[in-house]
């Protein structure tokens, strides 16, 4: 087999980074108006789930497809997880001047309470990383989609560390180590991310098989 045949390795590995640079370009041009970038991360997923299960097509077709399929759901759990985020950083930066200006009994309470955020924080960035990759592929209730996506979440949580550890890489890479790797950015996340989650989501879906629960 040639290095540089279609079917090679190293080929395929190319071919994937164009991929993902070109539906990185996709999400962030259709992400511009903020209030689309649930249906434009859910579309991401939609497209690089179909790639990680070879079942990929005309990927410009593919992701407006699903963008518009999606648009309506993703984009009012994206408002909603939007303003719950907006929220724990407003009380993180309030949390974090009362606890410097303050003694003794306030300060105890103030470090209570501050678990409590942190604590919620995680939860909400473990479904901020699989509500979207879900609703890709399944169909339920805004509600339901964020509860699996949290469920999931802590359930498949060496999943959950890898993407987290994927995402925060990328973003290190960006600002710290070579900005221009921003033009894989997302793309390349929800690509590797989509090798993580096509087993996860499949099993999650998957009917239980006769006799598993007797």
Known sequence: MKLFSYDSPLSQVLLKLTWSC???LLWLLCSLPVFTMGASTTALYAVTLKIVQ???????AQFFRAFREN???????WLILLGIGSLLAGDGYILFHLFRSSQGFASVLW???SALVIAASLAYGIVLLYVFPLTA??????LAMLKNAFFIGTHYLFCTILTAAIHFAMFYTVVAVYTPVLLFGEGLC???SSYLFSGVIRACASPPMEGENS
Do not use: I
């Open 22 to 24: 070109y539906l990185n």
């Open 54 to 60: 070879e079942k990929e097509g005309n990927l410009t």
């Open 71 to 77: 648009f309506r759901q993703a984009t009012v759990l």
């Open 111 to 113: 470090t209570f309470v």
């Open 137 to 142: 592929s399944v169909v339920n209730t805004n």
């Open 190 to 192: 929800a690509l590797l």
